[in-house]
């Protein structure tokens, strides 16, 4: 079941510029995860929250959390054109057995 | 290197000939899980299995099966594939634990005509 909504569904931004996407959730989470998925390829792993942290870097990535709101943004920062991919969140509930509930996905497109 | 394998990447068949679709991972994780993918509707678990020989059902199981004899392997079948599972398929090993990360293979587009 699709729990989480990526905001915005797409985003096209210059080189070098930041890209932030937005992700909202319905229920109650241990983690929340960000993955990359370049076109028509797996998706692969970016970074996890738990859900007692309210922030996280790796690299040139950012996410914040709010579980009071229910919601989590992935930052990216100085674009690059390889960034161009699809961004989906994923979070994991409390008694999901390792499932995990996907968003729609952000596609995100960075021109050069 | 860790990886999971998909078989085969591409596939065009035609109303209800029976097809597997194979999936491996090297890395001994007990939980394994297969997705489709649809324009607009993101990722849908059709199955998922937590260990060998340990199977349920995700959101859209109808017309999929599964099989987990080994821990490595996770096929998925399609008894009588019909036009509406057209999509893209992936399957997924997941690390368990606390980190609850999921390793996807390179996807299986599928085609029924």
């Known amino acids: 079941s699709q729990q989480g909504e990526e905001d915005p569904q797409a985003l096209s931004i210059q080189e070098g510029e930041n890209a932030t996407m937005n992700c909202s959730y319905k229920?109650?989470?241990?983690?929340l995860q960000w993955y990359r998925q370049n076109s028509g390829r797996g998706l692969v792993h970016l970074i996890l929250i738990r859900s007692n942290e309210r922030e996280k870097h790796s690299g040139r990535l950012r996410v914040t959390l709010d579980t009071s709101k229910k919601s989590s943004s992935l930052l990216i920062t100085a674009s690059r054109a390889a960034d161009t991919a699809s961004y989906f969140c994923a979070t994991d509930g409390m008694d999901s057995n390792y499932q995990l509930i996907w968003g729609a996905g952000t596609k995100l497109i960075i021109k050069p | 290197e860790a990886q999971v394998t998909q078989n085969p990447r591409y596939l065009i068949t035609v109303t209800g000939k029976k097809l597997t679709v194979t999936c491996s991972q090297n890395?001994?994780?007990?939980?394994m899980s297969w997705y489709r993918q649809d324009p607009g509707l993101g990722l849908r678990q059709i199955y998922y299995s937590m260990n060998v020989e340990v199977t349920d059902k995700g959101d859209v199981p109808e017309g999929y099966k599964v099989s987990r004899k080994e821990k490595r392997n996770f096929p998925l079948i399609l008894e009588s594939p019909s036009p509406n599972q057209t999509s893209l398929y992936f399957c997924?090993?997941?690390?368990?634990?606390?980190?609850?990360?999921?390793?996807f293979g390179p996807g299986t587009r599928l085609t029924v005509l």
């Open positions: 890395m001994n994780h007990e939980y």
């Open positions: 229920t109650s989470i241990n983690n």
């Open positions: 997924a090993s997941i690390s368990g634990g606390s980190y609850n990360e999921q390793f």
